[in-house]
T-cell receptor
Framework: AQSVTQLGSHVSVSEGALVLLRCNYS??????LFWYVQYPNQGLQLLLKYTTGATLVKGINGFEAEFKKSETSFHLTKPSAHMSDAAEYFC????????????FGGGTRVLVKP | SQTIHQWPATLVQPVGSPLSLECTVE??????LYWYRQAAGRGLQLLFYSVGIGQISSEVPQNLSASRPQDRQFILSSKKLLLSDSGFYLCGFRREGSPLHFGNGTRLTVT
């Protein structure tokens, strides 16, 4: 079985400040990990993914995430928040050969203050 | 390029009425297809997934059903909607080893 926990359903950051969204997963086999962003009334857009190889992955819009196996974490960061980063972010996990089902975390809504 | 279309974008239906949401994928063959629901204050819940025509796996017991009449078509249905069926429904597709890509979603309000 696999699961994802996102700490904090809401995060408030000031424009220009660091954005840190936490994600911890559980998986019985090496995971594939994803971060998605959702703007109001839209579908989910892929930000970045980790499958194998380099543990620090860079995505769109200046976001990056680091896979830490020892901590079973895949936290998402952005050095400097922009107003356009206000959205809901979802962490997701799957396994390479598990019927390709993705399990999502509960989501973290980011509010950016001017 | 691979694209996914989902419609309608919004839907308001009375309790007890039927439901049909449709999703089609272009630019790929034999994708894995998914229906997720996002209810207010909750995360994403996997409802159904399909690895091939006529192959449907249900994740959560409910009054919804899914069908895959063609390789790149996925339909979510209900014979009688409940108030609790309100939510944001997302269709997605995925090829082996690739991320899951979503449609733009359908906002369903059951009144």
């Amino acid at each position: 079985a696999q699961s994802v926990t996102q700490l904090g359903s809401h995060v408030s950051v000031s424009e220009g400040a660091l954005v840190l969204l936490r994600c911890n997963y559980s998986s019985s086999v090496p995971p594939y990990l994803f971060w998605y962003v959702q703007y109001p009334n839209q579908g989910l857009q892929l930000l970045l993914k980790y499958t194998t190889g380099a543990t620090l992955v860079k995505g769109i819009n200046g976001f990056e995430a680091e896979f830490k196996k020892s901590e079973t974490s895949f936290h998402l960061t952005k050095p400097s928040a922009h107003m356009s980063d206000a959205a809901e972010y979802f962490c997701a996990v799957t396994q390479a050969a598990a019927g390709n089902k993705l399990t999502f975390g509960g989501g973290t809504r980011v509010l950016v203050k001017p | 390029s691979q694209t996914i279309h989902q419609w309608p974008a919004t839907l308001v239906q009375p309790v007890g009425s039927p439901l049909s949401l449709e999703c089609t994928v272009e630019g790929t063959s034999n994708p894995n297809l998914y229906w997720y629901r996002q209810a207010a204050g909750r995360g994403l819940q996997l409802l159904f997934y399909s690895v091939g025509i006529g192959q449907i796996s249900s994740e959560v017991p409910q009054n919804l059903s899914a069908s895959r009449p063609q390789d790149r078509q996925f339909i979510l249905s209900s014979k009688k909607l409940l108030l609790s069926d309100s939510g944001f429904y997302l269709c997605g597709f995925r090829r082996e080893g690739s991320p899951l890509h979503f449609g733009n979603g359908t906002r369903l309000t059951v009144t």
